[in-house]
């Protein structure tokens, strides 16, 4: 399994961004699939993850209204649109995919086994 993030890059604040994560050798559709995101100095944060059991989105509290997942089975792909962007929105962004994930821990980055090599996000002030 490989995932490929891009979309990354540089934007001002309140700006907009879309990152893409690109899967092979796992179908998206059945499986959860999550975004976090490290800061320099920070632990690694759960950003979204949509849930393969029931197609809902769940959104760290940080991003909600803000942020949005969405998936394109056809390109095996998903996809972070990210608007209203802030400086504390910098960080490097990861995808992920899991298996066997329940809505309770879908924000443990330990429930994920497969991982993207992650885009940096730098939000200007």
């Known amino acids: 399994v490989q995932l490929q993030a891009s979309g990354g890059g540089l934007v001002q604040a309140g700006g907009s961004l879309r990152l893409s994560c690109a899967a092979s050798g796992r179908t998206i559709s059945v499986y959860t699939m999550g975004w976090f995101r490290q800061a320099p100095g920070k632990v690694r944060e759960f950003v979204v993850a949509?849930?393969?059991?029931?197609?809902?989105?769940y959104y760290g509290d940080s991003v909600k209204g803000r942020f949005t997942i969405s998936r394109d089975s056809a390109k095996n792909t998903v996809y972070l649109q990210m608007d209203n962007l802030s400086p504390e929105d910098t960080a490097v962004y990861y995808c992920?995919?899991?298996?066997?994930?329940?809505?309770?821990?879908?924000?443990?980055?330990?429930?994920?086994?497969?991982w993207g090599q992650g885009t940096l996000v730098t939000v200007s002030s």
């Open positions: 992920a995919t899991g298996s066997g994930i329940i809505a309770s821990t879908i924000s443990a980055a330990t429930r994920y086994d497969y």
């Open positions: 949509i849930s393969r059991n029931n197609n809902r989105p």
